[in-house]
């Protein structure tokens, strides 16, 4: 099974899928696009200290389904087929491309690069190419969040779980591990809702922090994103900004992120009576599937 899903930042959606009317015939998931190599003078000498991509190129082979009335090919059914999709294409707008095969569905954020030529003569069944292009992060992204609870009181007798060390009836704990599994350092969201005297996001495993010197209350959350570097003040009742956050943060302060392997990430709510709860978000990042 393979379907592509492209919801475009304009409010329009496509499926792309072995059904149609919009049918796939391929799609280039490995392409990575345009490299780029970051040099550095050593003794008057150019080494190549860094290799990456800034931007991954998918290209995609489509068909539409010209629809029939009454047993012959309806011209006008597929006209407005291809005016839906040159519509949700839009090259005006970026949006998010999704594929979904038998292993799960991954996503990327871009924008589609040119509507194909001589798309007015495209007929029923007839293939034609697309290109997707990545915009920001050029890595397949898992679509689903990974979320796990920060800071909770745990109840029973124990808890292996994925929460380290074990903990026993009734204890209040706001330290937890994460494994990242990927090859990646994994940027990471965080919702902190009250009440708290500042709150302190720490990765001990790296010895990073986040330390917002600012008081939330029980009708407010904190949100931060790393992979951006931003920090707000939500209403926790409406989902409202009610301002922005980062100028709260200390200089020593990192956006950290989660490093490969094992994180033990704890939450603090700058007393020793407030409690914070809260969530962290992630997802794995891919460099094909």
């Known amino acids: 099974m393979e379907q592509v899903t492209y919801v475009s930042d304009n409010g329009l959606i496509i499926v792309f899928d072995e059904v149609g009317p919009y049918l796939l015939s391929s799609i280039d998931t490995m ?3 345009s490299t780029e190599d970051s040099d550095m003078s050593i003794g008057g000498i150019y080494n190549t200290y860094a290799t990456g991509y800034d931007q991954r190129s998918v290209p995609i082979e489509v068909a539409i389904l010209g629809g029939d009335k009454r ?5 006008g059914n597929l006209q407005q087929m291809k005016q839906k999709l040159a519509n949700t294409i839009d090259l005006n707008y970026q949006g998010t491309l ?6 799960g569905a991954y996503s990327l954020r871009g924008r589609f690069l040119e509507i194909p030529a001589g798309f007015d003569r495209i007929g029923s069944y007839e293939k034609f190419s697309l290109t997707f292009q990545s915009t920001e992060n050029p890595k397949w992204k898992e679509r689903s969040d990974r979320v796990v609870r920060m800071g909770a009181v745990l109840g029973g007798l124990s808890f292996p779980l994925v929460i380290d060390p074990t903990f026993t ?14 090859y990646d350092n994994l940027p990471v969201r965080i919702v902190v809702m009250g009440t708290a005297e500042s709150v302190t996001i720490t990765n001990q495993t790296t010895g990073q922090f986040m330390q917002f010197n600012r008081a939330i209350t029980s009708a407010q959350q904190l949100e931060v994103d790393t992979e951006r570097g931003t920090a707000v003040i939500n209403s926790a009742i409406t989902g ?3 301002e922005n956050a980062s100028h709260y943060l200390t200089l020593d302060s990192d956006y950290w992120y ?7 990430i704890n939450l603090d709510g700058g007393g020793q009576t407030t409690k914070p709860l809260g969530y962290m978000f992630w997802r794995k ?3 094909g599937v």
Do not use: K
């Not at 047993?71 to 011209?75: C, E, I, T, V």
């Not at 999704?98 to 292993?103: A, L, M």
């Not at 009836?169 to 990927?182: K, L, M, P, Q, S």
């Open 98 to 103: 999704t594929y979904e095969n038998d292993t």
């Open 285 to 287: 990042q891919f460099g």
């Open 240 to 242: 409202q900004l009610i």
């Open 31 to 33: 392409g990575v696009g």
């Open 169 to 182: 009836f009734g204890t209040y704990t706001t330290e937890f591990a994460v494994i990242n599994d990927t």
């Open 258 to 264: 989660l490093q490969r392997g094992r994180n033990v």
């Open 71 to 75: 047993g012959w090919f309806d011209l």
